[in-house]
């Protein structure tokens, strides 16, 4: 489970959400009515590590899409571990 306290909707429309979990990194923010969701390896913040390191998905902007996006993470997370 990956803890993300403070992550809501309306959070993500006013700034991105940073975090990481087992040698991982995510960054979500919001974009065109999407959740936009990034995942990278440590030890580089999202914006020195390159763009061939990190893998993108979008979710619908929503509660429930913020949920799906919050799962997608941990899940991908659970794989590469």
């Given at each position: 489970m990956i803890d993300t306290p403070?992550?809501?909707v309306n959070f993500l429309k006013k700034e991105p959400y940073t975090g990481s979990h087992a040698g991982s990194r995510y960054y979500l923010c919001s974009a065109e009515d999407k959740i936009k969701v990034c995942?990278?390896?440590?030890?580089?913040?999202?914006e020195v590590t390159?763009?061939?390191d990190k893998t993108w998905n979008e979710f619908p902007f929503s509660p429930e899409g913020?949920?799906?996006?919050?799962?997608?993470?941990?899940?991908?997370i659970t794989k590469k571990a």
């Open positions: 403070g992550l809501s995942i990278y390896p440590e030890p580089w913040c999202f390159p763009d061939d913020l949920k799906s996006a919050v799962d997608w993470i941990a899940e991908y």
